[in-house]
Nanobody, 121 residues
Framework: QVQLVDSGGGLVQPGGSLRLSCAAS????????MGWYRQAPGKERELVAA???????SYADSVKGRFTISRDNAKNMVTMQMNSLKPEDTAVYYC???????????????WGQGTQVTVSS
């Protein structure tokens, strides 16, 4: 079985910083991508950032220059440093991994439980 555990959310003032982490565990054959989506109240879930197996990164336009995603392949872990946070960054952040479990070559999307990020004065 595969499990994703994400952590690091909280309450921060505008302009502040937070660091999110997500670790994948279990019987994993290959991880193609990891990253985060977020969902604010009344809005659709949106992709925030992703990092692919070759180290290529992708960011939503709204977070470029403020968020940085990195990955530790040996630990199956991904981290996202969020700086210059704005009230509009307030959302539940969901870690994801596109991975193939042991015994399968087909990747599936797995999700963490979500962590709340609130940016408010």
């Amino acid at each position: 079985q595969v499990q994703l555990v994400d952590s690091g959310g909280g309450l921060v003032q505008p302009g502040g910083s937070l660091r999110l982490s997500c670790a994948a565990s279990g019987r994993i054959f290959r991880i193609d991508a990891m990253g985060w989506y977020r969902q604010a109240p009344g809005k659709e879930r949106e992709l925030v950032a992703a990092i692919f197996s070759g180290g290529i990164t992708s960011y939503a336009d709204s977070v470029k220059g403020r968020f940085t995603i990195s990955r530790d392949n040996a630990k199956n872990m991904v981290t996202m440093q969020m700086n210059s946070l704005k009230p509009e960054d307030t959302a539940v952040y969901y870690c994801f991994a596109d991975l193939a479990p042991t015994g399968s070559s087909r990747p599936k999307k797995y999700w963490g439980q979500g962590t709340q990020v609130t940016v408010s004065s």
